[in-house]
Protein backbone atom coordinates (compact mmCIF):
# COMPACT_ATOMS: atom_id res chain seq x y z
CA UNK A 1 0.00 0.00 0.00
CA UNK A 2 1.43 3.09 -0.83
CA UNK A 3 2.11 5.63 2.23
CA UNK A 4 -1.05 8.11 3.05
CA UNK A 5 1.40 11.00 2.09
CA UNK A 6 2.00 9.62 -1.14
CA UNK A 7 0.16 10.89 -4.67
CA UNK A 8 -0.79 7.76 -5.36
CA UNK A 9 -2.35 6.78 -1.75
CA UNK A 10 -6.53 6.56 -2.56
CA UNK A 11 -7.77 7.10 1.24
CA UNK A 12 -11.25 5.51 -0.57
CA UNK A 13 -9.18 2.47 -0.95
CA UNK A 14 -8.43 1.68 2.54
CA UNK A 15 -10.91 -0.98 3.47
CA UNK A 16 -10.87 -2.82 0.12
CA UNK A 17 -7.63 -4.68 0.72
CA UNK A 18 -8.13 -6.20 3.63
CA UNK A 19 -11.48 -7.25 2.08
CA UNK A 20 -9.81 -8.49 -1.07
CA UNK A 21 -6.93 -10.14 0.94
CA UNK A 22 -10.06 -12.71 2.86
CA UNK A 23 -11.94 -13.52 -0.31
CA UNK A 24 -14.95 -11.41 1.51
CA UNK A 25 -14.69 -13.29 4.52
CA UNK A 26 -14.89 -11.43 7.90
CA UNK A 27 -15.04 -14.44 10.54
CA UNK A 28 -12.43 -16.26 11.07
CA UNK A 29 -12.80 -20.58 11.32
CA UNK A 30 -11.67 -21.33 14.40
CA UNK A 31 -11.38 -19.29 17.61
CA UNK A 32 -8.03 -17.60 18.05
CA UNK A 33 -6.94 -15.89 20.90
CA UNK A 34 -4.37 -12.60 20.36
CA UNK A 35 -2.26 -15.24 22.66
CA UNK A 36 -2.33 -17.93 20.69
CA UNK A 37 0.74 -19.48 18.79
CA UNK A 38 1.51 -20.65 15.88
CA UNK A 39 4.24 -22.66 14.12
CA UNK A 40 4.92 -24.03 10.93
CA UNK A 41 3.42 -27.36 9.96
CA UNK A 42 4.49 -30.30 8.18
CA UNK A 43 2.52 -29.51 4.61
CA UNK A 44 4.53 -31.20 1.80
CA UNK A 45 2.84 -29.53 -0.75
CA UNK A 46 2.50 -26.06 -0.55
CA UNK A 47 -0.69 -24.44 -2.76
CA UNK A 48 -0.61 -21.03 -4.14
CA UNK A 49 -1.10 -19.48 -0.68
CA UNK A 50 -0.74 -15.96 -1.71
CA UNK A 51 1.81 -13.18 -0.92
CA UNK A 52 0.28 -12.36 2.33
CA UNK A 53 0.38 -16.15 4.22
CA UNK A 54 3.34 -16.99 2.73
CA UNK A 55 4.70 -13.74 5.02
CA UNK A 56 2.95 -15.12 7.75
CA UNK A 57 4.23 -18.62 6.98
CA UNK A 58 7.50 -17.02 6.94
CA UNK A 59 7.28 -15.23 10.17
CA UNK A 60 6.41 -18.40 11.70
CA UNK A 61 9.49 -20.53 10.43
CA UNK A 62 11.80 -19.66 13.00
CA UNK A 63 9.93 -19.53 16.09
CA UNK A 64 6.16 -19.57 17.59
CA UNK A 65 4.86 -16.64 16.74
CA UNK A 66 1.14 -15.29 18.50
CA UNK A 67 -1.50 -14.04 16.29
CA UNK A 68 -1.00 -10.19 17.39
CA UNK A 69 2.56 -10.78 16.92
CA UNK A 70 1.92 -11.79 13.49
CA UNK A 71 -1.02 -9.21 13.22
CA UNK A 72 2.01 -6.42 14.24
CA UNK A 73 4.74 -7.36 12.53
CA UNK A 74 2.45 -7.62 8.78
CA UNK A 75 0.60 -3.88 10.02
CA UNK A 76 -2.30 -6.13 9.46
CA UNK A 77 -5.57 -5.99 11.05
CA UNK A 78 -5.60 -8.90 13.20
CA UNK A 79 -9.22 -10.01 12.43
CA UNK A 80 -7.52 -9.84 8.84
CA UNK A 81 -4.42 -12.34 10.37
CA UNK A 82 -6.68 -14.46 11.83
CA UNK A 83 -8.56 -15.43 8.67
CA UNK A 84 -5.42 -16.04 6.66
CA UNK A 85 -4.28 -17.93 9.70
CA UNK A 86 -7.36 -20.92 9.66
CA UNK A 87 -6.52 -20.80 5.97
CA UNK A 88 -2.94 -21.60 6.62
CA UNK A 89 -4.32 -24.16 9.67
CA UNK A 90 -6.53 -25.68 6.85
CA UNK A 91 -3.98 -26.69 4.49
CA UNK A 92 -1.61 -27.54 7.32
CA UNK A 93 0.97 -24.90 6.67
CA UNK A 94 1.09 -23.78 10.32
CA UNK A 95 0.17 -25.60 13.81
CA UNK A 96 -0.94 -24.33 17.23
CA UNK A 97 1.86 -24.30 18.80
CA UNK A 98 1.34 -26.67 22.19
CA UNK A 99 1.76 -24.34 25.51
CA UNK A 100 5.01 -25.01 27.60
CA UNK A 101 4.47 -26.55 31.27
CA UNK A 102 4.99 -24.55 33.87
CA UNK A 103 5.81 -25.59 36.82
CA UNK A 104 3.98 -24.95 40.03
CA UNK A 105 4.06 -21.75 41.95
CA UNK A 106 6.10 -22.99 45.31
CA UNK A 107 6.67 -19.38 46.89
CA UNK A 108 3.25 -18.81 48.73
CA UNK A 109 4.59 -16.21 51.32
CA UNK A 110 4.49 -14.23 48.02
CA UNK A 111 1.42 -14.76 46.97
CA UNK A 112 -0.32 -14.00 50.12
CA UNK A 113 1.52 -10.39 49.87
CA UNK A 114 0.01 -9.69 46.71
CA UNK A 115 -3.76 -11.22 48.03
CA UNK A 116 -3.13 -8.74 51.28
CA UNK A 117 -2.13 -5.81 48.90
CA UNK A 118 -5.00 -6.44 46.59
CA UNK A 119 -7.31 -6.07 50.02
CA UNK A 120 -6.02 -3.41 51.43
CA UNK A 121 -6.84 -1.71 47.59
Same mark, same amino acid.
Given at each position: ????????? !???? @?????????? /??? +???? *? #???????????????? !???? @?????????? /??? +???? *? #???????????????????? @????????????????????????????????
Amino acid at each position: MAPRHSAWH !DSTL @DDVRPYTITG /GRT +RPKY *E #LQLTSLLSTGTASGLA !DIGP @DAEALRLLCA /GAP +RSVA *E #LAGMRSQLVQVTKILICDLL @DLGVLVMAAPTSVAPYEDTHLLEAVVAGLRRL
